[in-house]
T-cell receptor
Framework: EPEVTQTPSHQVTQMGQEVILRCVPISNHLYFYWYRQILGQKVEFLVSFYNNEISEKSEIFDDQFSVERPDGSNFTLKIRSTKLEDSAMYFC??????????FGAGSRLTVL | AQSVAQPEDQVNVAEGNPLTVKCTYSVSGNPYLFWYVQYPNRGLQFLLKYITGDNLVKGSYGFEAEFNKSQTSFHLKKPSALVSDSALYFCAVRDLGNDYKLSFGAGTTVTVRA
């Protein structure tokens, strides 16, 4: 069964450092998302991406965040200058537009 | 805005007993509702969805959910719970707009004891 792949599974970084989280969505999917979950809490929407541009972003997704689809397969989330409160599990998801989002296993980010 | 609420942080049941995880919704228009499950240190796995049609929706792993328009509820059910059903369960609703974005409830931790 096709799956969404995320790397790294866990990243530890120092506050103020840049982090890039990578995702390979399912190949025929057209809509891409990033969500985050702070330790066992609610899953929060960050951003959606369609047709090579952001279609919607939440208030969490401030100027420190950016997304990119550099090569038609990868979908990346960049955090320019990490803060302690960015520590969370980040989930990538994709869909072909059939309503069901398929999620990756997540990337755990720990900011020290 | 579309939203869902999960009134219970935790649900504890004995193996073999029925399991119910509650979800209520608040939407404009017709609701598109979903249940996802998260096992420890894993991603979110789709269980089932309600878009239209029969109010009783069957999904993966023996789970089902009942859409109740008058009570604005979409409770997840399993007739006989297994220890392996212990996980974090999320109800979700599709937001308005054209990008199929989901908004999630706070989650309910299910513990099934042997």
């Amino acid at each position: 069964e096709p799956e969404v792949t995320q790397t790294p599974s866990h990243q530890v970084t120092q506050m103020g450092q840049e982090v890039i989280l990578r995702c390979v969505p399912i190949s025929n999917h057209l809509y891409f998302y990033w969500y985050r979950q702070i330790l066992g809490q609610k899953v929060e929407f960050l951003v959606s991406f369609y047709n090579n541009e952001i279609s919607e972003k939440s208030e969490i997704f401030d100027d420190q965040f950016s997304v990119e689809r550099p090569d038609g397969s990868n979908f990346t989330l960049k955090i320019r200058s990490t803060k302690l409160e960015d520590s969370a599990m980040y989930f990538c998801a994709s869909t072909a537009g059939a309503n069901v989002l398929t999620f990756g296993a997540g990337s755990r980010l720990t900011v020290l | 805005a579309q939203s869902v609420a999960q009134p219970e942080d935790q649900v504890n049941v004995a193996e073999g007993n029925p399991l119910t995880v509650k979800c209520t919704y608040s939407v404009s228009g017709n609701p598109y509702l979903f249940w996802y499950v998260q096992y420890p240190n894993r991603g979110l796995q789709f269980l089932l969805k309600y878009i239209t049609g029969d109010n009783l929706v069957k999904g993966s792993y023996g789970f089902e959910a009942e859409f109740n328009k008058s009570q604005t509820s979409f409770h997840l059910k399993k007739p006989s719970a297994l220890v392996s059903d212990s996980a974090l369960y999320f109800c979700a609703v599709r937001d308005l707009g054209n990008d199929y974005k989901l908004s999630f409830g706070a989650g309910t931790t299910v513990t099934v004891r042997a």
